[in-house]
Nanobody, 123 residues
């Protein structure tokens, strides 16, 4: 059973940056596809980014964050990151990391989830 713990959220002004981290509890972390999702108040959870297993050579981003966010992983540290630049108020949400065995944008295909970290972007 994998446990995921997110950190790095907070309050930032529009145009600023944050780096989210997600630490995993299993030694097999490298074998999992990792994803970031977010959920704003009153909205459904939406896909943000995903990174392939092992070397992380394949990444995918939602159009709304492409060019501003970067997903990466460090398998030696069992950690996946989300670097968020040029933040906008519409990026305000709870951000979740998740693990899957198949690369997908569909939240339903992710087997393990963290509890989330709040990101608030002020105008």
């Amino acid at each position: 059973q994998m446990q995921l713990v997110e950190s790095g959220g907070g309050l930032v002004q529009a145009g600023g940056s944050l780096r989210l981290s997600c630490s995993a509890s299993v030694a097999t972390f490298g074998s999992y596809v990792m994803g970031w999702f977010r959920q704003a108040p009153g909205k459904e959870r939406e896909f943000v980014a995903t990174i392939s297993a092992w070397s992380g050579g394949i990444t995918d981003y939602a159009d709304s964050v492409k060019g501003r966010f970067t997903i990466s992983r460090d398998n030696a540290k069992n950690t996946v990151y989300l670097q968020m630049n040029s933040l906008k108020p519409e990026d305000t949400a709870v951000y979740y990391c998740a693990a899957a065995t198949l690369r997908s944008r569909a939240a339903s295909l992710y087997d393990y989830w963290g509890r989330g970290t709040q990101v608030t972007v002020s105008p």
